[in-house]
């Protein structure tokens, strides 16, 4: 079936970028999220993407699309201590009813 | 929009005894989602409705799991009996449809003793 892998941990220092990657299989794929949890609180959907577009940006949240590497990444801009938290990467297909989620990276960020 | 409500947001009780989960979609929304999330499994879906029936219920775990939506507002997840290895954190989403995201209730931590 698909699948969708991230890296578990990310550590960076505050005011500097982060970057979160993920990978996954299925070809088909035709929508592609970013959700953010924080502790204690459900996941919450950060930006999404179309599987036509290659870039996405909104505010200190970019997001990549290499449709051929089917690959995508979340960069986070002057990432701040409020960033902390696990980032899901999710797919879709347009056939699909439901998402196909990855174990999710948490970002920690540090003084 | 309240959002997507969850009841209750703790639940710690002992070994068989009975769990009910309770969600409340947002208003309009055709889909309803029970997830369930450990450190060791990440985010399992158990099961999803469509305008209150159920779709696709391969990722309950077992018979000791039921999950019913009497009306559009009101959905419950049943645990019953419940054991150790159920302790976890329990979602709930629901979607406008097929096309739009998923929104996310605050879940439900239980634990098992």
């Known amino acids: 079936g698909e699948d969708v892998e991230q890296s578990l941990f990310l550590s960076v220092r505050e005011g500097d970028s982060s970057v979160i990657n993920c990978t996954y299989t299925d070809s088909s794929s035709t929508y592609l999220y970013w959700y953010k949890q924080e502790p204690g609180a459900g996941l919450q959907l950060l930006t999404y993407?179309?599987?036509?577009?290659d870039m996405k940006q909104d505010q200190r949240l970019t997001v990549l699309l290499n449709k051929k590497d089917k690959h995508l990444s979340l960069r986070i801009a002057d990432t701040q201590t409020g960033d902390s938290a696990i980032y899901f990467c999710?797919?879709?297909?347009?056939?699909?009813?439901?998402?196909?989620f990855g174990r999710g990276t948490s970002l920690i960020v540090h003084p | 929009d309240a959002g997507v409500i969850q009841s209750p947001r703790h639940e710690v009780t002992e070994m068989g005894q009975e769990v009910t989960l309770r969600c409340k979609p947002i208003?309009?929304?055709?889909?309803l989602f029970w997830y369930r999330q450990t450190m060791m499994r990440g985010l399992e879906l158990l099961i999803y409705f469509n305008n209150n029936v159920p779709i696709d219920d391969s990722g309950m775990p077992e018979d000791r799991f039921s999950a019913k939506m009497p009306n559009a507002s009101f959905s419950t997840l049943k645990i019953q009996p419940s054991e150790p290895r159920d302790s976890a954190v329990y979602f709930c989403?629901?979607?406008?449809?097929?096309?739009?995201?998923?929104?996310f209730g605050p879940g439900t931590r239980l634990t098992v003793t």
């Open positions: 208003s309009g929304h055709d889909y």
């Open positions: 993407i179309f599987s036509n577009m």
């Open positions: 999710a797919e879709k297909s347009g056939g699909s009813y439901i998402p196909t």
């Open positions: 989403a629901s979607s406008l449809d097929r096309v739009h995201e998923q929104y």
